[in-house]
């Protein structure tokens, strides 16, 4: 018997229907710097690195993703790029870059992956801009649907509301869904939905659906990755899991460094380097001078 480890895989499109199909949570979380991306990739089981326009409000102080340029965006798809070798690198597409119009949509999806390293688009939407999505997907880009609370959208709902509570409104999610599953979407992302709409899509539709605060009944689960460390200070959404506080942490840290420069406790002489003494004396010589190093 042989104690190595099965060496990890990339992960495809075919693995997350394997996963579907054997019942096995996708896992999905947003990842949208480098340090995040090399973190979660030596660990292992992420199956994609969502890179979310919410990154430009986390790393950029953003106060929403309706701003967020297809640049600063570009920025982040590429950091992740670089630190990610196993999960899936999607590039959440931030508004107007593919609502105008298909050539326009099929252009910016083209630059994610091409300049970014992108392997795959999630696109927010409904029945209506399916159309568009479906045109990246026909010209060779993957592309994972995302309905429910969708941000972009968000003032046609009355601000941030849970979506589905109604039959009404659930049977237009389920018509929204079938919608971007026919226009060629390879997974669905469910934001902020009631749980049975989650569980009815996951039985229902082929392609995988993943809950990011839709319930436990889908097919996997997303987050936003800034929410597990409270790294986004202004608001944690309700179906977000906090782990730990790390602006606490940022916090002490900055309050030890600046006591220790106050109180000349840092740098240590571990911290910084000295001449050779015979170089030292020849530098003194040059100077004319003593150097006080006490």
Known sequence: MSDEKPKRKKVTIPKLYEKKQRGEPIVMCGINDYPHARASDLVGGLDIASVGDSGAMVNFGRDTTLDVPFEEELVMVQAVRRGTQYAMVLADMPYMTYQVSKEE???NAGRYVSEGGAEVMKCEGDKYTAENIGAIVRAGVPVMGHIGMTPMSAAKF??????????QRAAQLIDDAKAMEDAGCFAILLEWCAAEVGAYLSKNLAVPVISLGAGP???????????????????????????????????QVYRDYIADVTNRTYPEPAHWITMPDSERLIFEKMLHTELDMA
Not at 158 to 167: C, E, V
Request: some cysteine; charged content about 20%.
């Open 217 to 251: 009944y889908c097919d996997g689960v997303h987050v936003i990755g800034g929410d597990l460390f409270w790294l986004y200070d202004k608001f944690v959404p309700q179906h977000s899991k906090v782990y730990v506080n790390i602006r606490e942490i940022f916090q």
């Open 158 to 167: 009355g601000g941030f509301k849970p979506q589905g509570m109604t039959a």
């Open 105 to 107: 949509a099929i252009r």
